[in-house]
């Protein structure tokens, strides 16, 4: 129990708040609700993208797969980073331009089919839950290694502080709260890496576990009592004691190339100097996690994840929801710059804290929970005040990461529920936000937690296999036609759905599911791609009618003028609307 | 500076203070508004009219009539305007895939290099393994790098684009 951690979070929870609402009392028509008014500053906006898109798999779950997998997990900031720059190039500028205010909104505006709509926006929500609920679990996970606290606590708490501040002000609101969350995350990270790198720097670059450099697997450094809470299946590195009271033969010795299934509630005994099994499908020695793509289906699984978090960003409705939010094309672009910028600057500090975790607290690798790493460290390698401290501020970082990823996902996704399902009035957005967000909130209660970062890369294969390909074909292809999206989608999401089935199905069953089934992207995106040119091409006579003007719409320079507001045709013009509200229009 | 005066007044425009009022230009012993004023001591001048000069914008400045035909022929999509705007999508879309292919290949000759090449996978540079280096560091500025290049391509033809319209 940390007393300093608890006050961290609260205190992150309650600046949350007060910016909210500070910034929700100008909040009253559905454009401030959907889109803040279309008046975010590019800098601004670009904090508040890269505040809401750190979510729990950036902040926790990239430190945890760097313990577990070591190089080839470098991948995953690499892509979650590269997608900003395929949404720029492609999607940005014209996806502004289009004047939408949602993904299934734009859809409708190029391909003129309100079937097309509804399927997108059953989509979003698909894609929006799906990605709640890793950050849920990640609250959960946080708050049950930080207290002895049972882990639906921290997920119910989430749920409500972001379900009250976006019923309050939408996107008005949570533009300021994520874009302060951005550089709290960024301090977060930063202070306790310099420390902790101080401090391992002084130590003359070794840890407790033995130098990374070594080929051994690492080792404990003292005798350490590690309990298990969920199912794993364990491998050693070397010949390992261990000893575990709960079995009839106390002490045993596990041997190398073979597999240890621990039931979850048990605890293992391990002597000083012994190497430390892994959660089976882990790198084993030092060696291999130093070392990337070892093997073929490493190879394919690289380029599989490569291909969904490259392509999956530009598919996410949060993300795409913040773009909106920009004055003009023009500014979209420039925001993306900025988020390069900002996402590599972040990036640096979970790799280099994943990298210090396998020296500290290795006995994460045998109890699976990879993802605590970042939250485990600093008391590890700092025992005493100043690494509670530095636990506190780590945690509040995440709660924030919880906090801004979520509120993003609920406005995009009570966005669509409230403009397509209900008439799109303020009320309608607040009903929308209740039910939206209690979804993911059973759900994240009531599912087994997986990997961070594996679930969100399912996320990411789901949107690349599904919006991708109708967004890029969209804008730069003139025959595209609706029935060609429609179908692209289902296959390519279908077939994700598929291998999300088979993935739990593994894993209940021993784990034999290749990397297609792992991250299927490469596959899926393929074929999705494929189905929606051919079906295009098959249904040349859906093309719509004003294809021409839409196009000139999408990429006429911001200058001419071309742009027009698909909102203001719908709810009317902001201004427009509270100047007769206050009735001053009369003066 | 019209839209501070915008703000101030809550988006309402009034009519310019001044209008139809005889404001000195020279400040006369007597100011406008006594009631508000304190008579200033002797010895200084007294303070200028607190009347300022709003501008009061009507319109936009009304852009060349050239401009005007070459937008309106834009919108109704002649053979010369669909051409044009192609012309565009087609130069942003060639910029946007010349910079994904450069990135993809770089980055993606690296599994690869990796697979192949055990060496090259355990190589090291001052102490520390090369692929981390690759993958940790180098890919942000890079991709930073790529994003900042395709934002001067885009906005260099854009307006190259508006000064063909409006030439």
């Known amino acids: 129990m940390n007393p300093w951690a608890l006050s961290g979070i609260v205190l992150v929870a309650a600046m949350t708040f007060y910016l909210g609402r500070r910034s929700s009392r100008f909040a009253s028509t559905t454009h401030d609700f959907l889109v803040a008014r279309r008046t975010v500053r590019s800098r601004r906006n670009a904090a508040a993208i890269s505040g809401e898109y750190l979510s729990a798999a950036s902040f926790l779950g990239v430190a945890g797969v760097v313990l577990k997998d070591g190089a080839d997990a470098l991948w995953y900031p690499i892509g979650f980073t590269a997608g900003y720059l395929a949404l720029m190039l492609f999607v940005a500028a014209p996806l502004r331009r289009s004047g939408a205010y949602t993904l299934p909104d734009f ?49 119910a708490a989430v749920t409500v502080v972001v379900a009250v501040n976006v019923m309050a002000g939408g996107m008005r609101a949570i533009t300021v709260v994520q874009a302060f969350q951005y550089w709290l995350k ?94 089976a499908g882990g790198a084993l020695d030092n060696a ?166 594996l679930s969100v890369g399912m996320s990411f294969a789901l949107a690349a296999s599904t919006f991708c390909p109708v967004l890029l074909l969209g804008i730069w292809w003139r025959r595209l036609t609706w029935p060609g999206a429609m179908v692209g989608m289902t296959v390519g999401g279908g077939l994700v759905l598929v291998a999300l089935a088979l993935n739990v199905v593994s894993e ?23 189905t929606t040119i051919v079906v295009s091409l098959g249904t040349a006579r859906r093309v719509p009618d004003d294809v021409n003007s839409v196009m000139l719409r999408l990429h006429a320079p911001d200058p001419l003028g071309f742009m027009r507001d698909r909102a203001d045709a719908r709810f009317g013009k902001a201004d427009e609307r509270t100047r007769m509200k206050r009735g001053r229009h009369r003066k | 500076m019209t839209d501070d005066y915008y703000r101030d007044t809550g988006g309402i425009r009034q009519p310019d203070p001044t209008l139809g009022k005889r404001v000195p230009v020279t400040p006369e012993p007597s100011p406008p508004r006594p009631a508000r004023q304190p008579a200033p001591p002797p010895s200084e001048p007294p303070p200028p009219p607190r009347v300022r000069r709003q501008r009061v914008v009507l319109a936009e400045p009304t852009k060349s009539t050239n401009s005007l035909r070459a937008r309106v022929e834009l919108e109704e999509q002649t053979s ?25 290949l770089l980055l993606g000759a690296l599994p690869v290099a990796f697979y192949y090449s055990p060496t090259f996978a355990t190589m090291r540079l001052v102490g520390i393994p090369l692929p981390w280096l690759l993958l940790g560091v180098a890919p942000f500025p890079l991709l930073f790098g790529a994003g900042l290049w395709y934002n001067r391509l885009a906005e260099r033809h854009e307006r190259d684009f508006v000064d063909m319209i409006e030439n």
Request: hydrophobic letters at 50%; one cysteine or more; glycine letters at 10%.
């Open chain 1, 508 to 530: 209940y069953t021993g784990g034999w599911a290749p990397w297609f089934v792992e991250q299927p992207a490469l596959l899926t995106v393929t074929a999705a791609f494929l």
């Open chain 2, 80 to 104: 010369w305007g669909e051409m044009l705007i192609k012309d565009l999508i087609k130069a942003q879309l060639r910029s946007g895939l010349l910079l994904a292919g450069i990135v993809l």
């Open chain 1, 107 to 155: 859809m409708e505006a190029r391909l003129a089919s309100e079937p097309l709509r509804r399927f997108c926006t059953v989509v979003v929500v698909v894609i929006g839950v799906l990605y709640m609920l890793p950050q849920l679990q990640g609250a959960g996970l946080a708050v049950a290694t930080i207290f002895p606290a049972p882990a639906w606590i921290g997920a």
């Open chain 1, 186 to 279: 960024l301090f977060a990270l930063a202070a306790p890496t310099f420390v902790l790198c101080m401090v391992f720097l002084g130590t003359g670059g070794t840890g407790g576990a033995g130098s990374l450099g070594e080929p051994a697997p690492p080792v404990f450094r003292e005798d350490t009592t590690v309990s298990v809470e969920t199912d794993v299946t364990l491998e050693v590195g070397g010949e390992t004691p261990v000893w575990s009271p709960a079995a009839s033969g106390g002490e045993r010795v596990w041997l190398p190339g073979r597999q240890y299934r621990v039931e979850a509630g048990s605890t293992l005994r391990f002597p000083e100097g012994a190497p430390v099994p892994v959660v």
């Open chain 1, 288 to 453: 291999s996690w130093l070392r990337p793509t070892e093997d073929a289906s490493d190879l394919l699984g690289t380029y599989s994840l490569i291909f969904a978090t490259f392509l999956g960003t530009m598919g996410l409705p949060h993300v795409l929801v913040r773009f909106y939010t920009n004055p003009d094309g023009k500014a979209a672009r420039r925001t993306t710059v900025q988020v390069l910028l900002l996402l590599g600057l972040f990036y640096m500090f979970p790799i280099l804290i994943g990298a210090l975790s396998r020296l500290y607290v290795p006995e994460l690798l045998v109890t699976g929970r990879t993802d605590a790493a970042v939250l485990l460290v600093p008391t590890a390698v700092l025992p005493g005040v100043l690494g509670q401290i530095l636990a506190a501020v780590v945690a509040a970082g995440a709660f924030a990461a919880f906090l801004s990823t979520s509120s993003g996902l609920l406005v995009s996704v009570a966005g669509v529920v409230a403009t397509d399902w209900l008439s799109g009035k303020v009320r309608d957005f607040k009903i929308a936000t209740v039910g939206m967000a209690a979804v993911p909130a059973v759900l994240a209660v009531s599912l087994p937690v997986e990997d961070l970062s």
